[in-house]
């Protein structure tokens, strides 16, 4: 059964330094999320991204994060410069249609720590 | 804003047994989506049942089944016969029918099956 999967499942880091987050999303999925989770609280909506663009992002998104589908397959979440509060499982999501139905499958999370 | 509230942390139960998680939520919308989302432990996050909010019937899926209350804002979830693969964290979340595409989660319930 086709997943989405997440790349690296555990990535340590030094705080102000760049992170990439990798995801490959289901292959006919058109629509892709990313969400994360800070020890101990909720999973949160960061950005959904479609045809190229964001879509829609939450005030957590701000200019320290950036997406990109590079080449068609990969779907990427940059933090330009980590902060410790940055730490948190990201997890990735993808959906074959739009809205509020279409289900949404996720990945198993990439665990940023950022020290 | 909308939020999602999960009351119960943790809950365990019986193989064979019946358990009921609930869920409750705020919103000012009248249409919206409502949904469980499943997450075994270093797996990813799978939808178990989903209900729109205009359909007065509750949702079932084979085994697990909704209770939802719209007035109440309550939607609760009934697993029957329990089984151990049951075991996970599970996550209420809630879903606008127009606009906004995220997805609202609760902090979840971590459920034991206890064989």
């Known amino acids: 059964e086709p997943e989405v999967t997440q790349t690296p499942s555990h990535q340590v880091t030094q705080m102000g330094q760049e992170v990439i987050l990798r995801c490959v999303p289901i292959s006919n999925h058109l629509y892709f999320y990313w969400y994360r989770q800070i020890l101990g609280q909720k999973v949160e909506f960061l950005v959904s991204f479609y045809n190229n663009e964001i879509s829609e992002k939450s005030e957590i998104f701000d200019d320290q994060f950036s997406v990109e589908r590079p080449d068609g397959s990969n779907f990427t979440l940059k933090i330009r410069s980590t902060k410790l509060e940055d730490s948190a499982m990201y997890f990735c999501a993808s959906s074959l249609t739009r809205g509020t139905t279409g289900e949404l499958f996720f990945g198993e999370g990439s665990r940023l720590t950022v020290l | 804003a909308q939020t999602v509230t999960q009351s119960q942390p943790e809950m365990s139960v019986q193989e064979a047994e019946t358990v009921t998680l609930s869920c409750t939520y705020d919103?000012?919308?009248?249409?919206?989506?409502l949904f469980w989302y499943k997450q075994p432990p270093s797996r990813q996050m799978i939808l178990v049942i989903r209900q729109e909010a205009y359909k007065q019937q509750n949702a079932t899926e084979n085994r697990f089944s909704v209770n939802f209350q719209k007035a109440a804002k309550s939607f609760s979830l009934k697993i029957s016969d329990s089984q151990l693969g049951d075991a996970a964290m599970y996550f209420c979340?809630?879903?606008?029918?127009?606009?906004?595409?995220?997805?609202?989660f609760g902090k979840g319930t971590k459920l034991t099956v206890n064989p």
């Open positions: 979340a809630y879903r606008s029918q127009g606009g906004s595409e995220k997805l609202v």
């Open positions: 919103t000012s919308e009248s249409d919206y989506y």
